[in-house]
């Protein structure tokens, strides 16, 4: 794990990994509740925005994504950094 990060109300903790993956976990269960797949390699941070309805991402491929939490959908990506 290289980041986690709890949700704004509290609920939720999301984690980004060496493995490629972010996953998104109920705080009080410990049960995953998704696995955002997406990146060519090791997702260095992952964040919720300030309403907790969508997730940030950032890899080592230079490449940042956007997802829905309801729907695990990554909606944009963020290409344009050279040299990650």
């Known amino acids: 794990v290289t980041a986690a990060t709890f949700s704004p109300d509290g609920a939720r903790v999301l984690t980004a990994s060496n493995d490629h993956t972010a996953k998104l976990w109920n705080a009080e269960t410990g049960n995953c509740l998704q696995t955002l797949h997406g990146h060519g390699g090791r997702v260095t941070s ?9 997730l940030l991402t950032t890899c080592d491929d230079g490449i940042a994504r956007l997802w829905n939490v309801a729907s695990s959908e990554n909606f944009c990506s ?6 990650a």
């Open 46 to 54: 992952a964040s919720f925005s300030p309403d907790g309805l969508s």
């Open 78 to 83: 963020l290409h344009g950094h050279e040299g």
